[in-house]
């Protein structure tokens, strides 16, 4: 895939750590993947158990390749929505069960993102959400942290709405 401004894959050791994490949980579960990019936590969401995915993603030239992988992987249970994400959550959503939300860094969109993913239903008590983000920024006091680790200048936390 071409380079693509502001796109930071998932590295495979934080991957592995996320799916370690989420392993008595992810089977059956409904999942949303925000700012997509290359679908990685969703498309693997599913390779291991996950019900579905809705995967958000703007970028056109992304979006056309995730199709494509989804077309190929046969993801029968991915739902790809084409637009932005913070616009998307403008509008109800029954709640999913795991949320992958990695927004470009640099943009303090994980706060709002949040707060929007909150206020639309998108998720609900109980509802985990991965989120990877620069070190230290704030989250809303209805998320609390279960579990985090580093990966250079990569924080990632698991949270569960209270």
């Keep these: ?7 930071r894959p998932t590295p495979d050791r934080v991957r592995e750590t996320l ?4 392993q008595p949980m992810i089977n059956g579960a409904h999942c ?7 679908g990685v936590l969703g498309l ?10 809705v995967l958000v993603e703007r970028d056109m030239q992304l979006a056309q390749q995730l199709e494509k992988n989804i077309q190929w992987l046969q993801a029968d249970a991915a739902r ?12 109800d959503h ?7 939300l990695d927004p470009p860094f640099r943009q303090d969109l994980v706060f709002e993102t949040c707060k929007l993913l909150i206020a ?10 991965y989120i990877e983000s620069e070190p230290s920024l ?20 698991l949270a569960r709405m209270l």
């Design 1 to 7: 895939m071409a380079d693509v401004p502001l796109l």
């Design 19 to 22: 799916f370690n994490w989420l």
């Design 32 to 38: 949303l993947d925000l700012f997509a990019g290359t």
């Design 44 to 53: 693997e969401a599913l390779s291991r158990g996950a019900d579905s995915v």
């Design 80 to 91: 790809l929505v084409t637009t932005d994400a913070l616009q998307w959550l403008q509008t």
């Design 94 to 100: 029954e709640p999913f069960d795991i949320v992958f």
């Design 120 to 129: 639309s239903g998108a998720i609900s008590s109980g509802s985990l959400v």
């Design 138 to 157: 704030p989250l809303p006091d209805e998320l609390e942290v279960i579990k985090q680790g580093k990966a250079g200048k990569v924080q990632f936390i």
